[in-house]
């Protein structure tokens, strides 16, 4: 069983910087590939970022060239470095840890942009 803790959300202003840090029970990274999702009110689930076990990253389109996915040398701490905040990024953030058939998920951390 794998645990899950994010930290990091809060409000910030349009333009503004936030880093999110999802803390892992165990060293899995080089098994498990590690997401980042968000979920706005009124939206689906969005798959926001992901770094798989070999370090290829992905990013929807909305976030490339602001956000940045990356792992400790640990192995058990993920961030999400989120630069040029936007209104449109304000959401419940969740970390997610994926393999095969293991799927966990974080409790959410809320991300606020608004002036």
């Known amino acids: 069983q794998v645990q899950l803790v994010e930290s990091g959300g809060g409000l910030v202003q349009p333009g503004g910087s936030l880093r999110l840090s999802c803390a892992a029970s165990g060293s899995i990274f080089s098994t498990y590939n590690m997401n980042w999702y968000r979920r706005a009110p009124g939206n689906q689930r969005e798959l926001v970022a992901s770094l798989n076990h070999s370090g290829s990253t ?3 389109d909305s976030v490339k ?11 058990n ?11 449109e990024d304000t959401a ?5 840890a994926r393999f095969m058939r293991d799927d966990y998920w974080g409790q959410g951390t809320q991300v606020t942009v608004s002036s």
Do not use: E, H, W
């Open 65 to 75: 060239g602001r956000f940045t996915i990356s792992r400790d040398n640990a192995g």
């Open 92 to 96: 419940v953030y969740y970390c997610n």
């Open 77 to 87: 701490t993920v961030y999400l470095q989120m630069n040029l905040l936007k209104p």
């Open 58 to 60: 992905y990013y929807v």
